[in-house]
């Protein structure tokens, strides 16, 4: 099932922006029950998995079944990839069985390799770089609670991750502020910051500073998956990086807390803050799987962008 005219999204800088905009007007058109075709009607998604995952399994599982398509789970323990199976092998196999593959990882250069040799649209699920489709799923809960990111001052406070640098890539392609506060030593890839950080974009070590005046609070765990050796050195580096209430108080009245999931209460987030009335994850979770119907409704379905 090759199509040579086949898109991937490894990254948010692979739409336009106007073509971001009219992704999640779609994927908005979704959540509100406005959507009904079944663009995916006979198609599979293949969906590897080398790192655990709740929201991106669950979320694309039920979102290709929802648009008329079928999904496989694919763990480094079923597949032949999880025995040393090359990337490209898999790819070029895969791809004469299914009609899109999403991956989640580790090294981002795996995805690229995947979607060189693919000859179906590749989705990425999470890498150690990119965390893209949660982005997708972010804009859209700032668009449903504060109307617009337009003007709006994003935060980012704790580690330069993935979920950071995939921001970075939200605040280039679409120009609000997003100001991210992170211990040193924990910055945002550099690369990305070099070649996306412009003028909107500014890293800063103090979380009360990246706070003040935000209309968004988004943070995430201190270690993320692969890093979990690290957890008790990262708990000394991210102390006073707890999104809590003073922390918040110094944010706009309206401001709204994002966090992707997993979450440790205690640590990156304070129950009472994560649990409170500012906070907006469940209503994110859900967006993931609108955003993610959107997308493969686009790559996979010839749903028209725009
Ligand atoms: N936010 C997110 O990607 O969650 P999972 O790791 O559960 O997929
Ligand atoms: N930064 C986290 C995100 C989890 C969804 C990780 O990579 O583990």
């Known amino acids: 099932m090759s199509d040579?005219?086949?898109?991937?999204?490894?990254?948010?800088?692979?739409?336009?922006?106007?073509?971001?905009?009219?992704?999640?007007?779609?994927a908005e058109r979704m959540r509100k029950g406005e959507y009904?075709?079944?663009?995916?009607?006979?198609?599979?998604?293949?969906?590897?998995?080398?790192?655990?995952?709740?929201?991106?399994?669950?979320?694309f599982e039920v979102g290709t079944w929802q648009l008329g398509g079928h999904a496989l789970f694919l763990s480094p323990r079923d597949v032949q990839l999880g025995r040393g199976e090359p990337i490209a092998d898999t790819a070029r196999v895969l791809s004469r069985y299914v009609d899109g593959i999403m991956i989640r990882t580790f090294a981002?250069?795996?995805v690229e390799e995947l979607a060189r040799f693919a000859s179906v649209p590749v989705i990425n699920g999470l890498t150690d770089l990119l965390h893209p489709c949660q982005i997708l799923a972010d804009l859209l809960t700032v668009k449903q609670h504060l109307g617009t990111w337009e003007g709006k001052k994003i935060a980012w406070i704790g580690d330069g991750n993935n979920m950071a640098n995939s921001w970075i890539n939200a605040s280039y392609r679409l120009g609000f502020q997003l100001v991210l506060?992170?211990?040193?030593?924990?910055?945002?890839?550099?690369?990305?910051?070099?070649?996306?950080?412009?003028k909107n974009v500014k890293v800063v070590r103090d979380p009360a500073e990246?706070?003040?005046?935000?209309?968004?609070?988004?943070?995430?765990?201190?270690?993320?998956?692969?890093?979990?050796?690290?957890?008790?050195?990262?708990?000394?580096?991210?102390?006073?990086?707890?999104?809590?209430?003073?922390?918040?108080?110094?944010?706009?009245?309206?401001?709204?807390?994002?966090?992707?999931?997993?979450?440790?209460?205690?640590?990156?987030?304070?129950?009472?803050?994560?649990?409170?009335p500012q906070s907006r994850v469940w209503d994110e979770a859900e967006n993931r799987l609108h955003v993610q119907k959107a997308l493969m409704a686009v790559l996979m379905g010839n749903e028209p962008l725009g």
């Open 4 to 26: 040579a005219t086949h898109r991937d999204f490894l990254a948010i800088p692979d739409f336009t922006r106007p073509e971001l905009i009219s992704l999640l007007d779609l």
């Open 36 to 59: 009904t075709a079944k663009p995916l009607a006979g198609k599979s998604l293949a969906m590897i998995f080398m790192k655990s995952s709740t929201r991106t399994r669950v979320s």
């Open 108 to 110: 981002h250069s795996e």
């Open 181 to 198: 506060a992170c211990p040193e030593g924990y910055d945002p890839d550099p690369a990305t910051l070099a070649r996306e950080g412009g």
């Open 210 to 276: 990246a706070a003040k005046g935000a209309d968004v609070i988004n943070t995430d765990v201190w270690a993320s998956m692969g890093q979990e050796e690290e957890q008790a050195k990262r708990e000394v580096a991210f102390a006073g990086y707890e999104v809590d209430k003073k922390l918040m108080s110094g944010a706009n009245k309206s401001a709204i807390f994002l966090h992707c999931l997993p979450a440790h209460r205690g640590e990156e987030v304070a129950a009472d803050v994560i649990d409170g």
